[in-house]
Nanobody, 115 residues
Framework: QVQLLESGGGLVQPGGSLRLSCAAS???????LGWYRQAPGKQRELVAT???????NYGDDVKGRFTISREDAKDTVHLQMNSLKTEDTAVYYC??????????WGQGTQVTVSS
C-alpha cells in the first residue's frame, strides 16, 4: 500500500524558515517528487518538483527562497522554505509521480506565515 507522510508544517513569522518533509513508502519506483500548495479560494499551484536524476523545477513565486531536495535511499523529499511571506500561507501537498505516470497525493500540511 502506497503512503505519503508529510511533516514540518506550522506557524512562522514573516521572514522565517520552515522545512517540510514527505516520506513515500510502498512504491515500486518513483520518477518525480514534488510539492504543491493551495491557499483559500485559490487553485492548487506548483511549488517545486525534483526528478529521479535531480532536475528541479520551481514556481515563479518561490524561486530563490525555496529549495527542494530528495533522499533516494529513503524515498523522501524535503522543501526548505526561507524568507517566508504571508502570501506563502497555504496547505502544502506532497506529490509522487511514478514511471508509469500515476500520481499520488499526500493529505497536506498547513503552513501559516503570520506575525
Amino acid at each position: 500500500q502506497v503512503q505519503l507522510l508529510e511533516s514540518g508544517g506550522g506557524l512562522v513569522q514573516p521572514g522565517g524558515s520552515l522545512r517540510l518533509s514527505c516520506a513515500a513508502s510502498g512504491f515500486l519506483a518513483i520518477n518525480t517528487l514534488g510539492w504543491y500548495r493551495q491557499a483559500p479560494g485559490k487553485q492548487r499551484e506548483l511549488v517545486a518538483t525534483i526528478t529521479y536524476n535531480g532536475h528541479t523545477n520551481y514556481g515563479d513565486d518561490v524561486k530563490g527562497r525555496f529549495t527542494i531536495s530528495r533522499e533516494d535511499a529513503k524515498d523522501t523529499v524535503h522543501l526548505q522554505m526561507n524568507s517566508l511571506k504571508t502570501e506563502d500561507t497555504a496547505v502544502y501537498y506532497c506529490k509522487v509521480v511514478t514511471p508509469w505516470a500515476r500520481e499520488y497525493w499526500g493529505q497536506g500540511t498547513q503552513v501559516t506565515v503570520s506575525s
